[in-house]
């Protein structure tokens, strides 16, 4: 199938996003059959946007509760986080920014990893290090995130030119792709035309996913950039662009296997702009109603919503009932709960990290600090 979108110059006709499913639910057999998608692998996508659901709304509870101190959702950008995700292999690489670890748990990043990061405890990889919200997983080539707006786009440039550079030294076959997920207020970043170009003139195997959801914290697309879209930025640079409805799971998946596709066989960078809406708070520390008109998120939540519209075409295709969905959302929300639970009771990390893990072997200096540390906190293990 050939995707509808900008790909020589931002016509009018590309301005209107690739779309499978209708707002709806309703969709053309035909077109939908053609694909040759498989069952399995869409239910699996569904659950994968069930599980951050769920999980935004357990955590972000959490947050109110004070029982963690931070959280971002990714609530109403399911189908763009997951649908893309879906499309890459094993060997692939997720660069992310804020609302990308239901990408990161789809392929293969524990729950208990995530939750125990959000705590910072002991089973934190990063030691309690980094605020929450920001995993990392080698085992699903998913790289921590920076907080700093689009400093990990050069990094996905950067990834996959030195994949391109192994490959030709292994003379393998094969061609990872990175792909490397941005909002649209990254793309009034230096960063990320520094990323672009390099992209467009180097021409490695990377595929930048922008996740359009209209606000920058409390900056509205219309006023952060003069651009009619995302996608049309990228072709500046001359990397080939699609935009896609960020609420259709299926458009989104579809739209990353061709891109995908493109860029392993040699095609160069690729660009998607997943058009979305940010229905809930930029983070749990922000108060949307202060500078928008809520009446315009309630459309998109209650008419737009990617979750509603996909059950709705799985039921339509007989791959989904009534009662499987709802014993696929206990035992999501069982998941959910168990990682919680266990989580919350793990033990701070110890003492001794505070000074491990810069240098090979902990110097003299910050041994004496740490010692002094515990002599002023008798009652902490060291």
């Given at each position: 199938m050939r995707l509808p979108g900008i790909v020589q110059a931002p016509t009018e006709a590309a301005l209107v996003p690739f779309q499978l499913l209708h707002e709806s639910g309703s969709f053309d057999s035909d077109r939908i059959d053609a694909l040759g998608l498989d069952p399995v692998l869409l239910l699996r996508i569904y659950r994968g946007?069930?599980?951050?659901?769920?999980?935004?709304?357990?955590?972000?509870?959490?947050?109110?509760?004070?029982?963690?101190?931070?959280?971002?959702?990714?609530?109403?950008?399911?189908?763009?986080?997951?649908?893309?995700?879906?499309?890459?292999?094993?060997?692939d690489?997720?660069?992310?920014?804020?609302?990308?670890?239901?990408?990161?748990?789809?392929?293969?990043?524990?729950?208990?990893?995530?939750?125990?990061?959000?705590?910072?405890?002991?089973?934190?990889?990063?030691?309690?290090?980094?605020?929450?919200?920001?995993?990392?997983?080698?085992?699903?080539?998913?790289?921590?995130?920076?907080?700093?707006i689009a400093t990990q786009l050069p990094h996905a440039t950067g990834m996959a030119m030195a994949a391109r550079l192994c490959e030709e030294q292994q003379g393998s076959q094969g061609r990872t792709v990175i792909a490397g997920y941005l909002g649209d207020g990254a793309t009034s970043e230096g960063d990320f035309h520094v990323?672009?170009?390099?992209?467009?003139?180097?021409?490695?195997?990377?595929?930048?996913?922008?996740?359009?959801?209209?606000?920058?914290?409390?900056?509205?697309?219309?006023?952060?950039?003069?651009?009619?879209?995302?996608?049309?930025?990228?072709?500046?640079?001359?990397?080939?662009?699609?935009?896609?409805?960020?609420?259709?799971?299926?458009?989104?998946?579809?739209?990353?296997?061709?891109?995908?596709?493109?860029?392993?066989?040699g095609g160069g960078p690729q660009f998607i702009e997943a058009l979305t809406y940010r229905v809930s708070a930029h983070s749990s520390s922000d108060d949307p109603s202060?500078?928008?008109?809520?009446?315009?998120?309630?459309?998109?939540?209650?008419?737009?919503?990617?979750?509603?519209?996909?059950?709705?075409?799985?039921?339509?295709?007989?791959l989904l009932s009534a009662s499987s969905d709802a014993d696929l959302q206990a035992e999501v929300d069982a998941e959910v709960r168990a990682a919680i639970a266990a989580e919350e009771s793990a033990p701070a990390p110890p003492l001794a990290s505070l000074v491990q893990d810069v240098f090979a072997q902990v110097p003299a200096s910050l041994a004496e600090q740490l010692a002094e540390v515990v002599a002023a906190l008798p009652s902490q293990k060291s």
């Amino acid at each position: 199938m050939r995707l509808p979108g900008i790909v020589q110059a931002p016509t009018e006709a590309a301005l209107v996003p690739f779309q499978l499913l209708h707002e709806s639910g309703s969709f053309d057999s035909d077109r939908i059959d053609a694909l040759g998608l498989d069952p399995v692998l869409l239910l699996r996508i569904y659950r994968g946007i069930a599980l951050i659901r769920i999980m935004d709304e357990r955590l972000l509870t959490l947050q109110r509760q004070g029982r963690i101190s931070f959280y971002g959702e990714a609530r109403g950008q399911e189908a763009a986080v997951v649908g893309t995700a879906a499309a890459l292999s094993e060997e692939d690489y997720v660069v992310p920014a804020l609302r990308e670890a239901g990408a990161g748990i789809y392929r293969g990043l524990s729950l208990r990893s995530y939750v125990a990061q959000i705590f910072g405890n002991a089973n934190d990889v990063c030691k309690g290090r980094q605020m929450p919200c920001h995993p990392g997983s080698r085992a699903a080539r998913y790289v921590t995130m920076s907080s700093c707006i689009a400093t990990q786009l050069p990094h996905a440039t950067g990834m996959a030119m030195a994949a391109r550079l192994c490959e030709e030294q292994q003379g393998s076959q094969g061609r990872t792709v990175i792909a490397g997920y941005l909002g649209d207020g990254a793309t009034s970043e230096g960063d990320f035309h520094v990323a672009l170009n390099f992209a467009g003139v180097f021409r490695p195997a990377v595929v930048f996913v922008c996740q359009n959801n209209q606000w920058a914290i409390s900056t509205p697309v219309t006023t952060q950039t003069a651009s009619r879209t995302m996608a049309e930025k990228a072709l500046a640079y001359g990397i080939p662009s699609v935009r896609v409805d960020g609420n259709d799971a299926l458009a989104c998946y579809v739209a990353m296997r061709e891109v995908v596709a493109r860029a392993r066989a040699g095609g160069g960078p690729q660009f998607i702009e997943a058009l979305t809406y940010r229905v809930s708070a930029h983070s749990s520390s922000d108060d949307p109603s202060r500078y928008r008109d809520e009446s315009v998120t309630t459309v998109w939540r209650e008419n737009r919503c990617p979750l509603v519209r996909f059950r709705r075409f799985l039921m339509a295709r007989g791959l989904l009932s009534a009662s499987s969905d709802a014993d696929l959302q206990a035992e999501v929300d069982a998941e959910v709960r168990a990682a919680i639970a266990a989580e919350e009771s793990a033990p701070a990390p110890p003492l001794a990290s505070l000074v491990q893990d810069v240098f090979a072997q902990v110097p003299a200096s910050l041994a004496e600090q740490l010692a002094e540390v515990v002599a002023a906190l008798p009652s902490q293990k060291s």
